[in-house]
């Protein structure tokens, strides 16, 4: 009610000193921010490559086979592009046709993983990277497409390996990147807007397989 007091010579000092102290460390996180954010991108630069090591897996179950640069885009996610989805496919075809058409720059098109019948799991683009796989650039930037080796209308070629293998893999890609087991975030090539595609099929059996992730998800390391 009554008026304020004057604030002391020493409170002025002291709120310069803080101002002084404050604007510091803001220029000095803002340095940190663009420090690290050059050290992010430095690699971009024409010319420049980001350091990668030959044959390295994202999965430790998995063998590297490396598909045509043509079919996928070099990328550092998730810090470009966050990862919040896995999108199941079915090859149509056998493991080794599908190895080869990721293999042919024609092809422009490949997954990151692909699963064989007899759960062996090949890695053909490295997470990081975006893969030509959904037809839909959003989706393709914001998932990892897993292959599974098969025909959509032979049911007996979805075998409990496969499913399994997959499952692990699936779980493992969803703790990475913090990813809900849920068909919101597990979806089939058949569910991505605007795509042709109808794998994984009529007979992918969509609650076994989330059974077997939830329980990989769960199973210790």
Not at 38 to 64: I, M, N
Not at 112 to 125: E, L, P
Not at 159 to 188: F, K, N, Q, W
Request: proline share 5%.
């Amino acid at each position: 009610m009554g008026q304020r007091k004057a604030p002391k010579d020493g409170d002025r000092k002291v709120g310069r000193r803080a101002l002084l102290i404050g604007g510091a460390a803001a220029a000095a996180g803002s340095a940190v921010l663009a420090r690290d954010e050059l050290a992010r991108l430095w690699w971009r630069t024409p010319g420049v490559e980001k350091p990668r090591k030959e044959g390295e897996v994202d999965y430790a179950g998995a063998r590297w086979v490396a598909a045509s640069e043509a079919n996928w885009r070099r990328a550092d996610r998730p810090d470009d592009f966050g990862i919040d989805m896995v999108i199941v496919h079915v090859t149509q075809g056998s493991f080794d046709s599908a190895v080869k058409a990721f293999q042919d720059p024609g092809h422009k098109a490949a997954t990151h993983y692909i699963v064989r019948q007899d759960g062996h799991v090949a890695q053909m683009i490295r997470e990081l990277d975006v893969a030509y796989h959904a037809g839909n650039r959003d989706y393709n930037e914001r998932s990892v497409g897993i292959e599974h080796e098969g025909f959509v209308d032979r049911p007996q070629d979805l075998t409990d390996e496969m499913y399994e293998a997959s499952a692990r893999l699936t779980a493992r890609i969803c703790a990475r990147y913090d990813i809900p087991v849920d068909r919101e975030h597990i979806i089939g090539h058949v569910e991505v807007p605007g795509t042709d595609h109808t794998d994984p099929g009529p007979h992918w059996d969509w609650d076994k397989y989330m059974r077997l992730v939830r329980q990989a998800r769960t199973a210790p390391a």
